[in-house]
């Protein structure tokens, strides 16, 4: 079956350090691949997907993150974080009958000054 | 051209009521979703709905919980006799098409139950 794993919980960055969130999935296939960032009482804004092709993708905000089949990962990454980036961020992949996300639980960003 | 709409934006219900939850998809949109989050962890899919139609209600408890698309009007999530359990916040999202496309999430309708 499916699934995605985010290690991290909770993370701490310092505003204008760079920034790694990991995402592990499993899944049998070429999978579809996202990430969305949740902000407090909000719904889920989509930053960027993969599906095919050049294995680095490039999103909003300045995110990018990279699939790497061989460690079944999609990490997110932004070079330097504002403090407006402090949020939960969440991995998906598409499930194999193309009718739902996977989730995974989630990592809760903090930026410090 | 407005966003997936959701209401109310929160719900409060004593057990053993019936919860109500809309979502309009946005215009255009064909494909209907329903996640729910429970505190400390990830959205977990629900329901998957065409037009008057459940494609796939896998993720849905088997009792109590209902969705429907109807023709015209919002896509609707019944839970009837709530328990606290249910509490939680309950997102849906809309697509153009299912498979690759993205989903677009509404701003979630939380429900709290005494």
């Known amino acids: 079956a499916q699934s995605v794993t985010q290690p991290d919980i909770h993370i701490t960055v310092s505003e204008g350090a760079s920034l790694e969130l990991r995402c592990n999935y499993s899944y049998g296939a070429t999978p579809y691949l996202f990430w969305y960032v949740q902000s407090p009482g909000q719904g889920l804004q989509l930053l960027l997907k993969y599906f095919s092709g050049d294995t680095l993708v490039q999103g909003i905000k300045g995110f990018e993150a990279e699939f790497k089949r061989s460690q079944s990962s999609f990490n997110l990454r932004k070079p330097s974080v504002h403090w407006s980036d402090a949020a939960e961020y969440f991995c998906?992949?598409?499930?194999?009958?193309?009718?739902?996300?996977?989730f995974g639980k989630g990592t809760t960003l903090s930026v410090s000054s | 051209n407005a966003g997936v709409m959701q209401n109310p934006r929160h719900l409060v219900r004593r057990r053993g009521q019936e919860a109500r939850l809309r979502c309009s998809p946005m215009?255009?949109?064909?494909?209907v979703y329903w996640y729910r989050q429970l505190p400390e962890e990830g959205l977990k899919f629900m329901v998957y709905l065409q037009k008057e139609n459940i494609i796939d209600e896998s993720g849905m408890p088997k009792e109590r919980f209902s969705a429907e698309f109807p023709k015209e009007g919002p896509s609707i999530l019944r839970i009837q006799q709530v328990v606290r359990g249910d509490s939680a916040a309950y997102f849906c999202?809309?697509?153009?098409?299912?498979?690759?496309?993205?989903?677009?999430f509404g701003p979630g309708t939380r429900l709290t139950v005494l």
């Open positions: 998906a992949v598409g499930n194999q009958a193309g009718t739902a996300l996977i």
């Open positions: 999202a809309s697509s153009d098409s299912p498979g690759d496309n993205e989903q677009f």
């Open positions: 215009k255009g949109h064909s494909h």
